[in-house]
């Protein structure tokens, strides 16, 4: 039997009965629909964390600079020079050592015996950026500027935790704090850190005033990116902030976006899946039903088919490939309806659809597959029948 | 002498039962080739049961039966259903056509089972057709055809490959007499081509239009004059 003639055969038992045929891949489109649907949402909104994700995390780097016996290993104003890179979007250097991270801080000179007046606070040399890249606002004030930083000017920048332990809420009158014995004006109070939280505890000084402390020498760089760009800028900036010596810095990148989004994609609603596995196997006693109740109605055509030279396993695979074609076309309507519901889930909350090919091809061979496993028993039937019973 | 198209010798068929029955009980006879032969014979005498082991459908429980000279008893059931399908035009009372189908691919279903090239196989399907006189109604669907109509689709699609005998189960029964009558002409016409007929009935009509006769009675083979 030649295989197009199969084909024609089953497909021809299939379409002669088109409302029974349709009515019974229903459970399969139900089945097949469900699970599209729960694999690819869970997998859009997999990465719809990782793009939330990358907003705070994965642009951010952190390069450590240890400490060097033969001169500095960043200078201050190598610090241009990673801002300069392509996909950077802010950077600062940071000074800060064992000694000034706990410097007593005082808000005024008069000793008060009713209050604890001096703060054991870190103080911090930065570079003018740091705001932007501690991805922090300028609460009050203002932070310093080149100006500033050029004059060695006795300003300092006050994180909101240790304005507020300072007692410091209102910088209109120019209040001063005293680190040691020498006062600082303070300008502006940082808050708002979504990044080096501990910067809110610390009271900030211009690079040229930070030496008086032993700031003398970068300690640590932070770099924000843009999306993507995390790991290019990784590789460039130590050779960027200390040409020749780039391989002894130490660089904090984010973890690659394809880890966090493995991650994501283990959130898969299990009750769905279940949900959708469960329909598929009602779906295929739904077929193996309707097969089973069509091979019956058909035993006078089976008997025929037997008269006209047709072998038991002419008849088998007939009917194995009428119920394959039947969940095969439940599967391809569920696929479809199930991409359509991915998209239409999308763009109602504005999510990028993330689809699958694997999935849009693995669905309607999974329903063919329901479909084949159903039509064995039914198949079986048929192919056993005895000739002679068939044609009484 | 050339070899009968079918040869059967002492051919008997026991159905198991408590006592066993024998539908067929000692049958020999012999069809040559270009013979039109009518098996005669009350309800529950046989008949079917003879039609069902000459249409290699069943098996006697002994004897031998050769259809066109090969023993058909030893084969196993795949060559049984080959030779059945290459060697038999079958024709029932109930016509057995499939409804969703037109009349010219219901004749053209004779030939996808073994190896007919599929090349050609409408234009053969049309020849039959025009052989039984059908050439007008091809692409109708069954029930749009009378009674008459529908069995010579059937023998359209019986004819189709070229069978050495075409084994006809009371091909009148559902039949009016005028039908009746053109299915018999055509059955003259066919064995004047030279094709082996055996026809099963129980109608008086239809069994002296055919060239010999036999009658069956409770399993046993008798010739008639």
Same mark, same amino acid.
């Given at each position: 039997m030649h295989v197009r003639d199969l084909v024609g055969e089953a497909v021809a038992g299939m379409l002669a009965r088109p409302v029974r045929s349709a009515l019974t891949t229903l459970g399969t489109v139900l089945g097949i629909t469900t699970l599209v649907i729960t694999l690819g949402v869970a997998a859009t909104a997999g990465n719809q964390i990782v793009g939330r994700f990358d907003e705070l995390v994965a642009t951010a780097i952190t390069v450590e600079v240890p400490e060097s016996t033969n001169g500095p290993l960043v200078a201050w104003d190598s610090l241009d020079r990673v801002t300069r890179l392509r996909g950077v979007v802010s950077a600062a250097a940071v000074a800060e050592t064992k000694d000034s991270s706990n410097l007593s801080v005082r808000s005024n000179d008069l000793v008060d015996p009713a209050r604890v007046t001096t703060q054991t606070l870190t103080v911090l040399a930065a570079t003018t950026g740091l705001p932007e890249a501690a991805r922090g606002r300028i609460v009050q004030g203002r932070f310093y500027d080149v100006g500033h930083v050029k004059r060695a000017d006795r300003v300092a920048v006050l994180g909101d935790q240790a304005a507020k332990m300072l007692g410091v809420t209102d910088l209109d009158r120019a209040p001063a704090i005293f680190i040691g014995k020498h006062a600082y004006t303070v300008i502006g109070i940082l808050g708002d850190l979504r990044r080096e939280r501990n910067l809110s505890s610390a009271v900030i000084v211009p690079p040229t005033v930070g030496k008086q402390f032993g700031l003398r020498d970068v300690t640590r760089v932070l770099v924000n990116t843009s999306l993507g760009a995390a790991d290019l800028i990784a590789g460039q900036a130590p050779d960027a902030l200390s040409p020749g010596n780039g391989d002894q810095l130490q660089v904090i990148a984010p973890p690659s976006p394809t880890r966090a989004r493995d991650q994501a994609q283990d959130d898969v609603n299990a009750l769905f899946l279940i949900l959708g596995l469960v329909s598929l196997a009602v779906g295929a006693v739904g077929i193996a039903n309707v097969t089973l109740v069509t091979v019956m109605e058909r035993v006078a055509e089976i008997g025929l088919r037997r008269s006209l030279g047709a072998a038991r396993r002419h008849i088998a695979a007939q009917f194995l490939l009428e119920s394959t074609l039947i969940g095969l076309a439940g599967g391809v309507i569920g696929a479809s309806v199930g991409v359509v519901a991915v998209v239409a889930v999308s763009a109602a909350k504005q999510w990028t659809p993330l689809l699958d090919v694997r999935l849009a091809i693995g669905a309607p061979i999974a329903g063919a597959v329901v479909g084949l496993l159903a039509g064995l028993y039914p198949a079986l039937r048929a192919a056993r029948m005895e000739p002679v019973d068939a044609l009484r | 002498m050339p070899e009968p198209v079918i040869e059967l010798t002492a051919v008997c068929r026991d159905y198991p039962a408590q006592p066993p029955v024998r539908a067929l009980d000692d049958v020999s006879f012999r069809v040559a080739r270009g013979d039109y032969l009518a098996i005669v014979g009350p309800s529950g005498s046989g008949k079917s049961t003879l039609l069902n082991v000459l249409g290699l459908l069943d098996r006697p429980s002994s004897g031998s039966y050769r259809l066109d000279g090969t023993e058909t008893t030893t084969l196993r059931d795949g060559e049984r259903t080959e030779l059945r399908g290459d060697r038999i035009g079958f024709v029932f009372q109930s016509f +057995? &056509? &499939?409804? +969703?189908?037109?009349v010219v691919e219901n004749v053209m279903l004779a030939e996808i089972y073994g190896g007919h090239p599929r090349k050609g196989r409408r234009e053969r399907a049309l020849g039959a057709l025009e052989r039984v006189g059908l050439g007008h109604r091809v692409n109708f669907l069954p029930d749009r055809l009378s009674g008459g109509e529908r069995q010579r689709a059937a023998m359209a699609r019986a004819l189709m490959g070229e069978p050495s005998l075409l084994l006809c189960d009371e091909p009148t029964g559902n039949l009016d007499s005028r039908n009746t009558e053109a299915v018999l002409d055509l059955f003259d016409e066919l064995r004047e081509q030279g094709l082996t007929i055996v026809v099963i009935t129980h109608e008086r009509e239809v069994s002296t239009r055919a060239g010999r006769r036999v009658r069956i009675t409770d399993g046993v083979l008798v010739e008639e004059a």
């Open positions: - | +057995h &056509l &499939l409804a +969703h189908r037109s």
